[in-house]
């Protein structure tokens, strides 16, 4: 079992940034793919990045590539989403997901993920 928490959501200006972490803690031993999704109300959660376990891959989104990075620190157990240019179409809550894996293989859909944080929220003002 792994927990994650998500953290640095807030209200933002369009044009502005954003910093998300998630932290984990539990089963930190073992490799875990992560990424992050998001979900607007009235709208099914959707993929935003990818890392793999030792961020020799990564993937985005179209909607957000060339805006947001995705990153992990393996030794702080913390993957992050640093967003810039922020739109008010990025307004949604925010999840962090993990899935053991140690492979390089691309996780875009929520069914490919074991464990989730509780979402922090994102509002994009215009």
């Known amino acids: 079992q792994v927990q994650l928490v998500e953290s640095g959501g807030g209200l933002v200006q369009a044009g502005g940034s954003l910093n998300l972490s998630c932290a984990a803690s539990g089963r930190t031993s073992r490799s875990y793919a992560m990424g992050w999704f998001r979900q607007a109300p009235g709208k099914e959660r959707e993929f935003v990045a990818f890392i793999s376990w030792n961020g020799g891959t990564t993937d985005y989104a179209d909607s957000v590539k060339g805006r947001f990075t995705i990153s992990r620190d393996n030794a702080k157990n913390t993957v992050y989403l640093q967003m810039i240019s922020l739109k008010p179409e990025d307004t949604a809550v925010y999840y962090c997901?993990?899935?053991?894996?140690?492979?390089?293989?691309?996780?875009?859909?929520?069914?490919?993920?074991?464990?989730w944080g509780q979402g922090t929220q994102v509002t994009v003002s215009s």
């Open positions: 997901a993990a899935a053991p894996a140690q492979s390089q293989r691309i996780r875009i859909f929520t069914t490919q993920y074991d464990y």
